[in-house]
């Protein structure tokens, strides 16, 4: 069955870095775009980051562009999260998800099929 498995979350300080994987079993990674969503405390889900399937093309909420950076390995059927300088404001469960509707905006969680359990990031000194 389709499985998303996140991990690497934890508690760093700010200017810190994490990186998560998002280990997908059951499909073949290579045809599905896989996004990262964040969800805190009393807020809305937001989206966070995609990989485009079919050329692994990358896009980020405004609020990440040049700290996070997604990468794939199809090979692994892995999706990596690496965040970095982190802020207090990206504490959040970060969850990947498998995209299968491509005809709208990237960030469209209802679009996603599949979902993780989730990892949580804190970020506090």
């Known amino acids: 069955q389709v499985q998303l498995v996140e991990s690497g979350g934890g508690l760093v300080q700010p200017g810190g870095s994490l990186r998560l994987s998002c280990e997908a079993s059951g499909f073949n990674l290579g045809y599905f775009g896989i996004g990262w969503f964040r969800q805190a405390p009393g807020k809305e889900r937001e989206a966070v980051s995609c990989s485009r399937r079919s050329d692994g093309w990358a896009y980020y909420a405004d609020s990440v562009k040049g700290r996070f950076t997604i990468s794939r390995d199809n090979a692994k059927n892995t999706v990596y999260l690496q965040m970095n300088s982190l802020k207090p404001e990206d504490t959040a469960v970060y969850y990947c998800?498998?995209?299968?509707?491509?005809?709208?905006?990237?960030?469209?969680?209802?679009?996603?099929?599949?979902w993780g359990q989730g990892t949580q990031v804190t970020v506090s000194s």
């Open positions: 998800a498998r995209r299968t509707r491509y005809g709208s905006r990237w960030d469209n969680r209802y679009d996603y099929d599949y």
